[in-house]
């Protein structure tokens, strides 16, 4: 099979074609794949319309798939390793307003970076589009933190470098006003640490890792360290750093976690069905 990589204008983003997915990858293939992924932070595959099963098999070559916190809010997913990011709930209709998994799927509203709460984190994110709006799909937007980095200034690179950051899923959560975590889920997912910078495997270009599981800085006051993550979140997601994903049905996008941040944008939930399946592969070793 021979791939074609597409780049957007900016340069962050491309489209990867003259692949069916369905089918297995070679290690020449995906390795292709996988220097595309490293150069450009974001990838699409058009018109992929997988099993959860081939989904899983694309994401091993990455590395091991994350397996979910079965409490959360996640019934309709069989498979350990898929989120159901859907507007769905388990019976198959619109969740109304005040559905919890709602309010839990609010939080990716906020610009992060999936399972920074975890050790290891994810490297790599699949999220295969099942179902969309008819109308104005809503799109999943992308910062480059690679980008930022390299745009500030050096002496204020050398403030940041050294520092490391708390992350937590209760940190995103409270944002929209969740806190309803059962014990189990609390003692599976304990705050955690990550350095505030750190270097891209495959491209070996420095960038921030920060997003809304950020909750503060080690050794800095709470409240400083916050707003310091506040100031960093808005520079790096200023529109000269951003791609944003126009969806379309079938499409497998793929982010590097480890380089990028992103977020979901509202859309008329109340009255379209949205139905979108994730899984990610973590990082080999803690960062
Ligand atoms: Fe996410």
């Known amino acids: 099979?021979?791939?074609?990589?597409?780049?957007?204008?900016?340069?962050?983003?491309?489209?990867?074609?003259?692949?069916?997915?369905?089918?297995?990858?070679?290690?020449?293939?995906?390795?292709?794949?996988?220097?595309?992924?490293?150069?450009?932070?974001?990838?699409?595959?058009?018109?992929?319309?997988?099993?959860?099963?081939?989904?899983?098999?694309?994401?091993?070559?990455?590395?091991?798939?994350?397996?979910?916190?079965?409490?959360?809010?996640?019934?309709?997913?069989?498979?350990?390793?898929?989120?159901?990011?859907?507007?769905?709930?388990?019976?198959?209709?619109?969740?109304?307003?005040?559905?919890?998994?709602?309010?839990?799927?609010?939080?990716?509203?906020?610009?992060?970076?999936?399972?920074?709460?975890r050790q290891p984190p994810a490297r790599v994110t699949a999220l295969n589009a099942i179902v969309l709006p008819e109308i104005d799909p809503p799109d999943t937007e992308f910062a480059d933190m690679r980008a930022a980095?390299?745009?500030?200034?050096?002496?204020?690179?050398?403030?940041?470098?050294?520092?490391?950051?708390?992350?937590?899923?209760?940190?995103?959560?409270?944002?929209?006003?969740?806190?309803?975590?059962?014990?189990?889920?609390?003692?599976?997912l304990p705050p955690t640490e990550h350095p505030l910078v750190r270097t891209h495997a495959g491209s070996g270009r420095k960038n921030l890792y920060i997003g809304a599981h950020a909750s503060h800085i080690v050794d800095m006051d709470e409240a400083a360290g916050r707003a310091l993550l506040e100031e960093l979140t808005e520079f790096s997601t200023q529109p000269q750093f951003r791609y944003a994903h126009k969806w379309q049905p079938q499409d497998l996008l793929v982010w590097d976690d480890s380089c990028t941040l992103h977020r979901s944008t509202p859309f008329d939930d109340q009255k379209f069905r949205r139905e979108l399946r994730w899984c990610s592969a973590r990082e080999l070793e803690a960062v």
């Open 149 to 188: 980095w390299e745009a500030l200034p050096p002496e204020r690179q050398k403030t940041l470098e050294s520092l490391r950051v708390v992350h937590s899923v209760y940190a995103s959560r409270s944002k929209v006003g969740y806190t309803n975590f059962n014990e189990e889920t609390r003692k599976l």
């Open 1 to 117: 099979m021979s791939i074609t990589v597409t780049p957007v204008e900016s340069g962050f983003g491309a489209e990867v074609s003259g692949l069916d997915l369905r089918q297995p990858l070679n290690h020449d293939t995906y390795a292709a794949i996988e220097a595309a992924l490293s150069k450009h932070g974001v990838i699409y595959f058009r018109n992929q319309p997988l099993t959860e099963a081939e989904q899983e098999a694309f994401i091993r070559w990455f590395g091991p798939p994350n397996a979910l916190a079965r409490q959360m809010n996640n019934a309709r997913m069989k498979n350990p390793y898929f989120y159901d990011v859907s507007n769905v709930d388990e019976e198959g209709k619109i969740m109304m307003e005040d559905h919890e998994r709602r309010l839990y799927l609010k939080a990716n509203m906020f610009w992060h970076t999936d399972m920074s709460m």
